[in-house]
């Protein structure tokens, strides 16, 4: 039997104090805040990538926070949006969204040290029932 832990088992749990738990919540409201900005953007005719830039922007700029997903493990981009079938952390590209697409949004923002982590399903004009029926099920799935 082998003595290694695995890294779960080295991670030490710890007690937010209220400070912290005020900073988790800036990071969080930052990253919802960021899916609502976005949503108008979301359409026919736009990549992947100007919804990255824009949201990029949005971080840096008027949030003055970072993008976690920027350099994470070789990410060369800020935000992970994932198209129809890709399940999660797409990469932003040239690739421009058409009618009846479903896009799956996830932003992650670090603000003071913390992070806030949130994803959005969003529909490109009218959804496939099948998209429809997923987005609804995943969603209840979380009441």
Avoid: W
Avoid at 84 to 105: A, E, F, S, W, Y
Avoid at 109 to 128: L, N
């Amino acid at each position: 039997m082998s003595t290694d832990r695995t890294e779960t088992e080295n991670m030490t749990v710890s007690i937010k104090t209220a400070e912290e738990i005020e900073k988790m919540r800036i990071a969080g409201r930052l990253a919802g805040e960021v899916l609502e900005m976005i949503e108008p953007h979301v359409r026919a005719g736009i990549s992947t990538g100007a919804l990255d830039r824009i949201c990029h922007d949005s971080l840096v700029v008027t949030q003055q926070a970072s993008p976690a997903p920027l350099d994470d493990r070789g990410c060369p981009k800020s935000i992970c949006p994932s198209l129809n079938h890709q399940v999660c952390h797409g990469i932003p590209g040239d690739r421009k969204l058409k009618n009846g697409d479903m896009l799956n949004t996830d932003i992650t923002v670090i603000k003071d040290g913390f992070h806030g982590d949130t994803s959005k399903i969003f529909f490109v004009g009218k959804p496939s029932l099948i998209a429809r029926r997923l987005a609804t099920v995943t969603y209840e799935c979380m009441s």
